[in-house]
């Protein structure tokens, strides 16, 4: 079982590197938004409803994916092992962000308006009056911070149930990937639903931020740099998206900020295209070293 669930996290580190994200149309992360757009409605007793809504999506994702995966082994083993490394990549995400990261960067420095609109796809902020420098800035803080949520946190979780069954490993990244979608989209103060979601993101993703933080100061050969990280890690709203974001500030020696929000490593200057570009490359050795160590810890 130990094998067969390192491979299925080497299967979805391959598909991460040839395919990088499904097409959207197939992609089950995108059916499930389209699934939660009328959940955004009024409610007579919203945050009842915002709790339930955040109990049973995650529960029904980990569900489907656990059943699939189970109905594949009865067939064949293997055929579970591959459906699992299936699941897990579906879960994950890391090249499709790294690359539209870098095309942000290099649009920078080239065509400035088109930086701006590329950058939507990376963060939810306004763009339309930021300087090249703040665009480069939003960049490589979405990519940190894209590490935990989008990589880390599903791994984990994959690699952390792997020793009871690959259907609940399997489950289990759905899980931890149904109750990030939620947050993206319901957890804004603006929406009536979205204390519990919003919440419920802050616990499952306190450790893999903390993680993705200890991964950039690894990659980069530079541990230390966690504690110097540590003061600005808190100066964000979240209690958790400032670890990797002020970690990967430090090591690049640049500042980081979001108007009105925080400022991280403010003693220094904006990211130059070539500290931008060095971000990125930190942050894909992070995402690389995750993989492996999901690896390590199936096989345990």
């Known amino acids: 079982m130990s094998l067969m669930?390192?491979?299925?996290?080497?299967?979805?580190?391959?598909?991460?590197?040839?395919?990088?994200?499904?097409p959207g149309r197939l992609h089950p992360v995108a059916w499930l938004g389209r699934l939660l757009r009328p959940l955004?409605?009024?409610?007579?007793?919203?945050?009842?409803a915002g709790a339930?809504?955040?109990?049973?999506?995650?529960?029904?994702?980990?569900?489907?994916?656990?059943?699939?995966?189970?109905l594949c082994e009865r067939v064949d083993p293997l055929l579970?092992?591959?459906?699992?490394?299936?699941?897990?990549?579906?879960?994950?995400?890391?090249?499709?962000?790294?690359?539209?990261?870098?095309?942000?960067?290099?649009?920078?420095?080239?065509?400035?308006?088109?930086?701006?609109?590329?950058l939507r796809s990376l963060a939810g902020r306004d763009a339309t009056d930021l300087s090249a420098s703040e665009?480069?800035?939003?960049?490589?803080?979405?990519?940190?911070?894209?590490?935990?949520?989008g990589l880390v946190a599903p791994l984990a979780g994959f690699a952390l149930l792997a020793p009871l069954s690959?259907?609940?490993?399997?489950?289990?990244?759905?899980?931890?990937?149904?109750?990030?979608?939620?947050?993206?989209?319901?957890?804004?103060?603006?929406?009536?639903?979205?204390?519990?979601?919003?919440r419920l993101d802050d616990i499952v993703m306190w450790a893999p931020a903390r993680a993705s933080a200890a991964l950039l100061a690894v990659a980069a050969g530079r541990p230390a740099a966690l504690r110097d990280a540590r003061p600005f890690a808190r100066r964000p709203a979240s209690p958790n998206a400032g670890w990797p974001m002020a970690t990967l500030a430090v090591l690049l020696g640049v500042r980081l900020t979001k108007a009105g929000a925080y400022d991280l490593n403010p003693s220094a200057t904006l990211p130059t295209p070539a500290d931008a570009d060095r971000g990125v490359t930190v942050v894909s050795r992070a995402g690389?070293?995750?993989?492996?160590?999901?690896?390590?810890?199936?096989?345990?």
């Open 166 to 198: 690959l259907p609940a490993a399997a489950g289990a990244a759905a899980w931890v990937k149904a109750v990030n979608t939620l947050d993206s989209t319901f957890g804004y103060h603006s929406v009536a639903i979205g204390w519990a979601p919003a």
């Open 80 to 118: 579970g092992a591959a459906v699992a490394g299936l699941g897990c990549f579906v879960a994950t995400s890391r090249r499709m962000l790294l690359d539209e990261a870098r095309a942000v960067v290099t649009a920078s420095e080239t065509d400035l308006p088109a930086a701006r609109q590329r």
């Open 288 to 300: 690389w070293l995750a993989f492996g160590l999901a690896g390590v810890i199936a096989l345990c």
């Open 5 to 22: 669930a390192a491979g299925s996290v080497a299967i979805a580190a391959g598909l991460d590197r040839l395919v990088a994200e499904p």
């Open 135 to 149: 665009v480069r800035s939003a960049a490589v803080e979405s990519a940190a911070e894209n590490l935990s949520d």
């Open 52 to 70: 339930a809504i955040a109990l049973l999506v995650p529960l029904l994702a980990a569900g489907s994916v656990a059943t699939v995966v189970a």
């Open 40 to 48: 955004d409605r009024q409610w007579p007793r919203p945050r009842l």
